[in-house]
C-alpha cells in the first residue's frame, strides 16, 4: 500500500490501508511502529447468519414511562427524556444473547463483550462449550429478548453508559459543560473566583472517579454473570451482588483508566505511557502479589526491565508460579475446572 504523504512535523509517512495499487518500498526509515489489533471479517457467513454481528445497524427503544434513576448528575441536568432511537451499546447487542444468535440458537458468535478482552474471550468459549455439552441452559427466544432489553434498560442508568447511546443525554451533558466553561472564562476576566462543575474538571477521588467505577462495577458484572452460566473455574460473584474479588477487580480497573484520562493533563514528560502509571494498588486477585514497576520508563527499559545505564542487579523479581489444584494435589487439566474443591497456591 502507497503513503498517502509525509508528515514533515512528526517525520512519519500516512498509508491507506485499503488502497489496491502496488506496494512500494520506501528507504530511510528510522521507526517501525507496530500496532496490535485486528478487524473481524464475517462475510464467509449467510446474510441472515452475519446481521447477527451488525451491531451499528442497532436501534433501541425504552418504555414511554422509562425515566432514569437518580444519580450524581441527576441535580445537575435533570430529567433528560431519551431519544426516540437509541444507539447500540458497547455490551448487549440486540440479536446475541450470550453469544447466541437469538434468531437460530444453534449458531454461537464469541467476541469481546467488554474491555477485559483476552479474560472475556476465554469465558465466551467455555460458556460456548456449555451450551454445546448442555451444561447451561438456552433460553427460550422470547426471555433472550427480554432480557437483553432489561440489560440495556440497565445501562441506561449508568451515565457514563447512557452518554454513548443517547443523543438527547449526550447533548445535556455537553451543553452544561460547554456553560460551565464559559462561566469560568467570564469569572477568570473579572478576577473572580469560580468553582468549576466536577464533571467538567474530572477531579480526582470525586464524583467523577465514581462515575467511572459505576462503569468497571458493571463491565465486572456481565464477566460474573457469565462466569456463573459457564461454570467458569473462577467467581467474581453475581450479576447483582459481586464477590470481595470482583470488588477488588472493579477497584483497579477504575483506578485504571481514570489514571489514562488523566494522562492527558500531563505535560511534565512526553514520554509516559500507560504503562508508566502508578502500579502500586494492582496485584493478583489469587495471591496477592504485588504489580512491579518497571525501573524507568517504559520507552526505556529492555525485556529485562533494565535500562540502558542500570548499574548493578536489575530487572524484575523472579516470581514463583502458582496454578490451580484440586486437594488432591492433581494438575487440572481441560475442563477438570469444574471439579475443583479449592485454591491452592503453589
Given at each position: 500500500?502507497?503513503?498517502?504523504?509525509?508528515?514533515?512535523?512528526?517525520?512519519?509517512?500516512?498509508?491507506?490501508?485499503?488502497?489496491?495499487?502496488?506496494?512500494?518500498?520506501?528507504?530511510?526509515?528510522?521507526?517501525?511502529?507496530?500496532?496490535t489489533g485486528y478487524k473481524?471479517?464475517?462475510?464467509?457467513?449467510?446474510?441472515?447468519?452475519?446481521?447477527?454481528?451488525?451491531?451499528?445497524?442497532?436501534?433501541?427503544?425504552?418504555?414511554?414511562?422509562?425515566?432514569?434513576?437518580?444519580?450524581?448528575?441527576?441535580?445537575?441536568?435533570?430529567?433528560?427524556?431519551?431519544?426516540?432511537?437509541?444507539?447500540?451499546?458497547?455490551?448487549?447487542?440486540?440479536?446475541?444473547?450470550?453469544?447466541?444468535?437469538?434468531?437460530?440458537?444453534?449458531?454461537?458468535?464469541?467476541?469481546?463483550?467488554?474491555?477485559?478482552?483476552?479474560?472475556?474471550?476465554?469465558?465466551?468459549?467455555?460458556?460456548?462449550?456449555?451450551?454445546?455439552?448442555?451444561?447451561?441452559?438456552?433460553?427460550?427466544?422470547?426471555?433472550?429478548?427480554?432480557?437483553?432489553?432489561?440489560?440495556?434498560?440497565?445501562?441506561?442508568?449508568?451515565?457514563?453508559?447512557?452518554?454513548?447511546?443517547?443523543?438527547?443525554?449526550?447533548?445535556?451533558?455537553?451543553?452544561?459543560?460547554?456553560?460551565?466553561?464559559?462561566?469560568?472564562?467570564?469569572?477568570?476576566?473579572?478576577?473572580?473566583?469560580?468553582?468549576?462543575?466536577?464533571?467538567?474538571?474530572?477531579?480526582?477521588?470525586?464524583?467523577?472517579?465514581?462515575?467511572?467505577?459505576?462503569?468497571?462495577?458493571?463491565?465486572?458484572?456481565?464477566?460474573?454473570?457469565?462466569?456463573?452460566?459457564?461454570?467458569?473455574?473462577?467467581?467474581?460473584?453475581?450479576?447483582?451482588?459481586?464477590?470481595?474479588?470482583?470488588?477488588?477487580?472493579?477497584?483497579?480497573?477504575?483506578?485504571?483508566?481514570?489514571?489514562?484520562?488523566?494522562?492527558?493533563?500531563?505535560?511534565?514528560?512526553?514520554?509516559?505511557?500507560?504503562?508508566?502509571?502508578?502500579?502500586?494498588?494492582?496485584?493478583?486477585?489469587?495471591?496477592?502479589?504485588?504489580?512491579?514497576?518497571?525501573?524507568?520508563?517504559?520507552?526505556d527499559v529492555d525485556k529485562?526491565?533494565?535500562?540502558?545505564?542500570?548499574?548493578?542487579?536489575?530487572?524484575?523479581?523472579?516470581?514463583?508460579?502458582?496454578?490451580?489444584?484440586?486437594?488432591?494435589g492433581k494438575k487440572l487439566?481441560?475442563?477438570?475446572?469444574?471439579?475443583?474443591?479449592?485454591?491452592?497456591?503453589?
Amino acid at each position: 500500500f502507497d503513503p498517502l504523504g509525509f508528515d514533515e512535523k512528526t517525520q512519519s509517512y500516512y498509508f491507506d490501508e485499503d488502497s489496491e495499487d502496488e506496494a512500494s518500498t520506501i528507504y530511510d526509515i528510522t521507526a517501525v511502529i507496530l500496532a496490535t489489533g485486528y478487524k473481524s471479517n464475517i462475510e464467509f457467513l449467510e446474510p441472515s447468519l452475519k446481521k447477527a454481528m451488525e451491531f451499528k445497524s442497532d436501534f433501541w427503544s425504552l418504555p414511554k414511562d422509562w425515566k432514569m434513576e437518580p444519580n450524581v448528575l441527576t441535580s445537575t441536568v435533570g430529567d433528560v427524556a431519551p431519544a426516540e432511537k437509541l444507539f447500540h451499546s458497547d455490551y448487549t447487542a440486540k440479536n446475541i444473547h450470550n453469544n447466541v444468535f437469538i434468531d437460530n440458537p444453534s449458531m454461537f458468535f464469541i467476541y469481546e463483550n467488554t474491555n477485559q478482552q483476552l479474560f472475556d474471550l476465554d469465558v465466551s468459549a467455555r460458556l460456548v462449550f456449555a451450551y454445546i455439552y448442555g451444561d447451561a441452559e438456552i433460553p427460550s427466544t422470547e426471555e433472550m429478548r427480554e432480557q437483553n432489553l432489561q440489560r440495556y434498560v440497565d445501562e441506561m442508568n449508568i451515565p457514563l453508559n447512557r452518554k454513548k447511546v443517547d443523543v438527547n443525554y449526550m447533548v445535556a451533558l455537553h451543553e452544561m459543560v460547554e456553560e460551565d466553561e464559559k462561566s469560568f472564562k467570564k469569572a477568570e476576566e473579572k478576577g473572580i473566583k469560580y468553582e468549576m462543575h466536577w464533571y467538567t474538571e474530572g477531579t480526582y477521588g470525586g464524583k467523577y472517579h465514581d462515575l467511572i467505577k459505576q462503569e468497571c462495577e458493571y463491565e465486572v458484572k456481565i464477566c460474573a454473570r457469565d462466569i456463573e452460566t459457564a461454570g467458569y473455574m473462577v467467581s467474581f460473584g453475581n450479576y447483582t451482588h459481586l464477590s470481595s474479588i470482583g470488588n477488588d477487580l472493579v477497584g483497579m480497573l477504575s483506578e485504571f483508566y481514570f489514571n489514562k484520562l488523566m494522562m492527558e493533563s500531563v505535560e511534565e514528560n512526553n514520554r509516559l505511557t500507560y504503562r508508566d502509571l502508578d502500579v502500586s494498588m494492582y496485584k493478583s486477585l489469587y495471591t496477592g502479589t504485588k504489580s512491579v514497576p518497571f525501573n524507568g520508563w517504559w520507552l526505556d527499559v529492555d525485556k529485562n526491565g533494565c535500562t540502558e545505564n542500570e548499574v548493578g542487579d536489575c530487572g524484575f523479581p523472579s516470581i514463583e508460579p502458582y496454578v490451580f489444584r484440586r486437594k488432591s494435589g492433581k494438575k487440572l487439566t481441560g475442563y477438570d475446572v469444574n471439579l475443583i474443591d479449592t485454591l491452592l497456591i503453589k
